[in-house]
């Protein structure tokens, strides 16, 4: 294992029943809030109404229409926002886009160039105003890290961005905010979090028993209770270990100790740049495809994909070979159990793209 930090400092309201908790969240940062949130379904759930009971006391710039794959212009029109109101914290309600958004609307408020320079270079980032958060969609982990990805559909590039400053200071997760979620996007959301974990577990850093057998549990957990959601999209517990699975798995928890690049996400992160598909989509179509490509690589390799077989699926056999192939196809299968496309075509990603 290799010598880390591990500094989260982000404080978590994990619950149903604690919005009137947000006026005190906000006001140790001020009164004057830059409220934002994406394309309009906080508005549909009641979501909206009811963080806008809250924020009686306060005064509250808005920014709608964060969209999905957040693009950089959105960004630059909440840090005009920002500045023109002396804004004081960002609150921001909804997904992964709306929170990756809302940091580096937090950092541009400091920053005197435009706004990109900050994506493309993170040691740009230094000061930056608060974010308090409400999410409502398991999967990407902003809510516990550093990190953000925005877009810039004229130079057909999705980056990550980060910084100790954008780590949320306070994330309200409440499962119920997630019972409207829909299928499509309960599947890609947990595709996500696996994908999450597979990028940290499928590393040669040695003896790091503990962080495997955390990302082993919270396979299985998200194995178990997605296909539960789906079926009872207001199952409290389903969504509740979904919703906690997805903070715990990209909080930098399971890479402490490790050391190692990404691979599936850099690769999605393109076919988004260019094609703005959803994030998890791509993923459940990669990985597998992926993990087949390596297998036979190292035996390193192999003995890794066999271990999650026998650990996440329950494999049994002397094989190594055998058992990863196999936990490879229950991967695939798996995925598509949840109904979602399989294939670039399927996207109306062809041959010509
Ligand atoms: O925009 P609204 O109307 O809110 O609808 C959203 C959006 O259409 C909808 N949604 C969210 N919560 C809902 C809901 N619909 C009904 N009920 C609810 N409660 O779901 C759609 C997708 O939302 P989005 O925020 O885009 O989803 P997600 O949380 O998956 O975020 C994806 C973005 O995060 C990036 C991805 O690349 C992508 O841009 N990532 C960010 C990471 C990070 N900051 O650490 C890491 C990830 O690997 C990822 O790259
Ligand atoms: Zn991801």
Redesign the pocket.
């Known amino acids: 294992m290799e010598n880390f930090r591990y500094y989260v400092p982000t404080d978590i309201r994990f619950g149903k029943n604690r919005l009137n908790e947000l006026p005190e969240a906000l006001k140790q940062f001020g009164q004057k809030i830059l409220f934002v949130?994406?394309?309009?379904?906080?508005k549909?759930?009641g979501?909206y109404d009811e963080v806008l009971k809250q924020l009686i006391d306060f005064e509250v710039s808005e920014l709608s229409g964060?969209?999905?794959?957040?693009k950089i212009e959105s960004v630059r029109k909440g840090i005009q926002i920002a500045k023109e109101n002396n804004v004081k914290v960002i609150l921001a309600v909804?997904?992964?886009?709306?929170?990756?958004a809302a940091?580096i609307i937090a950092a541009g408020y400091y920053y005197d160039g435009d706004a990109w320079d900050l994506v493309l270079d993170s040691s740009k980032i230094n000061l930056a105003l608060p974010i308090v958060d409400v999410l409502?969609?398991a999967?990407?982990?902003?809510e516990m890290?550093r990190?953000?990805?925005i877009?810039n559909s004229e130079t057909k590039e999705?980056l990550?961005a980060h910084g100790l400053n954008l780590i949320p200071k306070i994330s309200f997760l409440d499962p119920t905010?997630?019972?409207?979620?829909?299928k499509y996007?309960t599947a890609?959301?947990s595709i996500?979090i696996m994908?999450?974990i597979f990028e940290q577990y499928f590393n040669s850093t040695l003896a790091t028993d503990l962080q495997d057998a955390i990302s082993e549990g919270i396979l299985k957990t998200v194995i178990k209770n997605t296909p539960i959601a789906l079926k009872e999209p207001i199952n409290y517990d389903a969504r509740a270990n979904l919703l906690w699975a997805s903070s715990i798995a990209?909080n930098g928890l399971e890479s402490t100790g490790k050391i190692g690049g990404w691979t599936v996400?850099p690769i999605?992160?393109e076919l988004?740049a260019y094609y703005d598909i959803?994030?998890?989509v791509g993923l459940g179509i990669i990985t597998p495809r992926w993990l087949q490509y390596i297998l036979n690589s190292r035996l390193d390799v192999t003995k890794k994909i066999a271990q999650y077989g026998k650990n996440v699926w329950g494999i049994v056999g002397e094989d190594d070979l055998k058992i990863a192939q196999k936990a490879i196809d229950e991967t695939y299968s798996f995925f598509k159990s949840l109904e979602i496309p399989m294939s670039l075509s399927e996207l109306n990603i062809n041959n010509e793209n």
Do not use: M, R
């Not at 964060?66 to 957040?70: C, D, K, L, R, V």
């Not at 999967?139 to 902003?142: D, E, H, K, L």
């Open positions: 949130y994406g394309g309009g379904s906080i549909t759930n979501l964060i969209e999905p794959n957040p909804g997904g992964g886009s709306v929170i990756d940091k409502t969609i999967a990407t982990g902003t890290n990190n953000a990805v877009s999705k990550g905010n997630t019972f409207s979620v829909s996007q890609a959301g996500d994908s999450h990209l996400h999605e992160h988004s959803t994030h998890g």
